[in-house]
Every structure is written in C-alpha cells, then in structure tokens.
C-alpha cells in the first residue's frame, strides 16, 4: 500500500465505508448480479425478493430466501474486520447495503444496515422478535401463527428512515470516504455521495472503475488485498 494512501488514514477522524456485496464474496456469500450471482441464475429474483411476492405467495418467498439468502456459517473476512476495527476507535462508520449479519459477527460499532439485516426475524401479526433459526424450521409463529418475516427492505417497501438520517449525518461529517465492493449504481444508496461533505477525500476500493461524476483516488484491486495491508493504528 501506497504511504500516502496509509497516511491517509491514519489521519482521518471520520471516515464513512459505504459497502456492497463485494465485501462478502470472499467469505462465500454470493453477490446479486455478477456472472454467478443471485439475480443471474433466477430469472424472477426481483419478484421473490418483493412485498407483492411475501404478501401474495408467503410460500414462495419463503423458500426463495431460505434456500438463496441464508448463510450461517459463513464467516467475517479481514475487510470486515478492519473496518469493525476502525469503529471500535469511533472513527469510522460503516454504511452498508448487505443484509448477511457478517458486520455484527465482526463487532462494528458504527453500523447502518441501509437495506436492513436477515437475521433479524419479526411476526407480522404481532411484531414479536423470533430467532432466525427457528424462522429456518417454520415460517409461522409458534405464538399466533403469523408470518414471519426477516427485518429487510423489499423491493415495493420504503426504507428505515432512521437508517437514513443516521446515514446523510455520517456523510455530512466524513472527512474520507471510502467505497468499498459496490458499484454505486443501486438508488438510494448511491444517492448518498450527494451528501458527503465537499472537504472529505473520496476512495474508492473494487475491481471495476466507477463513473462517479468527481474526482476520486481509485484501488482497482481485490479488496481483501488491501485491507490485509492497511494498518489500523489507534
């Protein structure tokens, strides 16, 4: 790693991570629209993934995230990590639009889940809080019977409007802004670079370039490459 591009870091007291799916690759999750991802391989990945699909075929959806969107054991790679690490200081946040639960499992301190986390299940009748393990055995609420659900957004389903709050204020006090696995191109998390602070450097970490409309520094690099060679210095 370039000194200046560590410098860069050592020196920066509020950094903001915006990361995707390329973060959980490495640990053997698959992402959603590369050559093997989710979306390529089911045709009507958008509709299973919809409030229309829960509401009107709760079976489908069902078995469409149990068998594609659960991965237990999978583990926290070194970007997780790292980053994990850097908010434990409270110098970092992490805005993330995965919903694989590996930040929590990493200890991040500063965390938005922006499209929420399947891990976390609730009853849509009561909207009791269930073990995601036993959401895995039945999809209905020893209690009441309802519908579970895990405590993601849907396509057709408005975001957590804390989450962006919570978000728009991290960018609004970045001072380097670091994207991390994502291409930038899925709304409204892209949308967020609209709200970054006009002082705070931009990087960017991923395999493809992006077309961002400024300047930025680019990595164009495996990221677990690079994160294995960034210290965190407290």
Not at 15 to 43: C, E, M, Q, W
């Amino acid at each position: 790693m370039e000194a200046s591009l560590q410098a860069t870091f050592d020196q920066a007291k509020h950094i903001v991570f915006l990361t995707g799916a390329g973060v959980s690759t490495p640990s053997g999750i698959p992402d959603y629209r590369s050559k093997n991802g989710l979306y390529t391989g089911h045709r009507n990945a958008e509709y299973y993934l919809s409030h229309a699909c829960l509401a009107q075929e709760p079976e489908v959806f069902y078995d469409y995230v149990k068998q594609n969107l659960y991965h237990p054991d999978a583990k926290p790679n070194v970007i997780h990590e790292k980053q994990a690490a850097l908010t434990r200081q409270d110098r970092a946040t992490v805005i993330t639009q995965n919903i694989d639960n590996l930040y929590h499992v990493a200890d991040t301190k500063h965390l938005v889940e922006f499209h929420g986390n399947m891990y976390r299940v609730y009853c849509q009748v009561c909207g009791a809080k269930v073990p995601w393990q036993q959401y895995l055995k039945d999809p209905h609420h020893d209690v009441d019977g309802g519908w579970l659900r895990p405590d993601v957004v849907l396509y057709d389903e408005g975001l957590n409007e804390l989450n962006i709050q919570r978000s728009v204020a991290a960018m609004n006090q970045a001072d380097l802004v670091v994207i991390v696995g994502t291409s930038m191109r899925v709304y409204p998390f892209a949308g967020l670079l609209d709200y970054r602070n006009s002082a705070a450097k931009v990087v960017v970490v991923n395999q493809e370039k992006l077309d961002l409309g400024f300047d930025y520094d680019m990595v164009q690099a495996e990221a677990t490459t690079f994160f294995n060679d960034l210290q965190v210095r407290g």
